[in-house]
């Protein structure tokens, strides 16, 4: 069963710019799904970026061009690196792995969750 532990999260200023990691054990890597959901205070939960695991991406409107998801198979681990940072994008952010079964995207795992703070 594969497990997840993120890092990377902290206070940054607008305009600025940090990158998550999501460094996974247990499994093998490069068959899971993998992304990135945000979740802030009385706000719905966003999925911020996906790579399957042929290394196809998407993004939310809300974060693309800034935002780039990226993995590494050879060190089990998924990038969020996050340019052009706003307060709104001031969030729990939590990664995941997950395996397409009959078209539906199914969650194997989450990471503990990185708090990522836009202020000035």
């Known amino acids: 069963q594969v497990q997840l532990v993120e890092s990377g999260g902290g206070l940054v200023q607008p305009g600025g710019s940090l990158r998550l990691s999501c460094a996974a054990s247990?499994?093998?890597?490069?068959?899971?799904?993998m992304g990135w959901y945000r979740q802030a205070p009385g706000k719905q939960r966003e999925l911020v970026a996906h790579?399957?695991?042929?290394?196809?991406?998407n993004y939310s409107d809300s974060v693309k061009g800034r935002f780039t998801i990226s993995r590494d198979n050879g060190k089990n681990t998924v990038y969020l690196q996050m340019n052009g940072l706003k307060p709104e994008d001031t969030a729990a952010y939590y990664c995941?792995?997950?395996?397409?079964?009959?078209?539906?995207?199914?969650?194997?795992?989450w990471g503990q969750g990185s708090q990522v703070t836009v202020s000035s």
């Open positions: 995941y792995a997950g395996r397409i079964l009959a078209g539906t995207l199914y969650y194997d795992a």
């Open positions: 247990g499994s093998i890597f490069s068959i899971y799904n």
């Open positions: 790579i399957t695991s042929g290394g196809r991406t």
